[in-house]
């Protein structure tokens, strides 16, 4: 439990004090789709909901493709790393193995599977 008590008053910097996250800050918009919900809730000021949704990037990118992935999550994770969670930056770690593993595979299957080489 004591892994996520930082997460309680949780922002990338430091603010003046306020009140804790409503129910409307901590509610997710269902209507988007992954890839716009992992853009949008990475860069919350709510710690928890950067820590779910940095759980997601493997996920998503093997979702979206080589190019979406290039262009929409990859410029995400130097913000990412450089996050006041510590939490954040442990899972995005273990999230890097699962992205070169994405763009690996599809880099494969594009050089097997096309006359173009990238």
Known sequence: MQYYKSFQNATRTPQ????P?????????D????????????????????????KMLAHVASL??????ASAIIPLL???????????KQHLVEQLNGLSKVHSYIYKYINTHSHIEI
């Open 16 to 19: 003046p004090a306020t009140a």
């Open 64 to 69: 979206v493709g080589f190019d979406e992935t």
């Open 31 to 54: 209507s988007l789709t992954e890839l716009q919900r992992l853009v949008r809730y990475v860069k919350s000021s709510i710690g928890l909901q950067r820590l779910v949704h940095v």
């Open 78 to 88: 130097e913000d990412l790393s450089l996050d006041a969670e510590p939490a954040v």
């Open 21 to 29: 996250p409503t129910f409307e800050d901590l509610s997710i918009d």
